[in-house]
């Protein structure tokens, strides 16, 4: 378990740079921010997720309403490692993110994808442990 473990947070490691280097050409300019407090919330898969990290401390409460900007935000972006975010928020990529991934060097995003699928191959291998 603790393999699959340090596994996991080396694979979340290793797609935020990628992530990073796009969100921070698109998001500064974005009119309609989608880190909203609605897609800071844990669902239940995460929680399992969450749990099996370790994490048992991540806090899955708020009182702000959805609307509102995420309780995780902070001026320069999310201040929780990739790891500890809802899941939804690495995999979710607008199309203007997507737009600027795809004008990338077709190398990098080749390998940004292969990277995001060991990513989710380890994550449901991890679920799979929990839920047996
Ligand atoms: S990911 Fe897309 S929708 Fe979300 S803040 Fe960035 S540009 Fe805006
Ligand atoms: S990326 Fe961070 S700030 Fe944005 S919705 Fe997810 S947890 Fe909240």
Redesign the pocket.
Known sequence: MEKIQSDLKKAFNAVSPYIQRH?SK??PS?S????INKHGNYDEVDMVFIRALGLDSADNKSDKPDTDPCRFLQEDGCFLPRYKRPFRCTWYF?E??LESMRADSAKEYKSFISVLQDLQGLRRKLLEMNSA
């Open positions: 969100t698109v998001c974005c309609k921010v989608c880190c607008c203007k993110l």
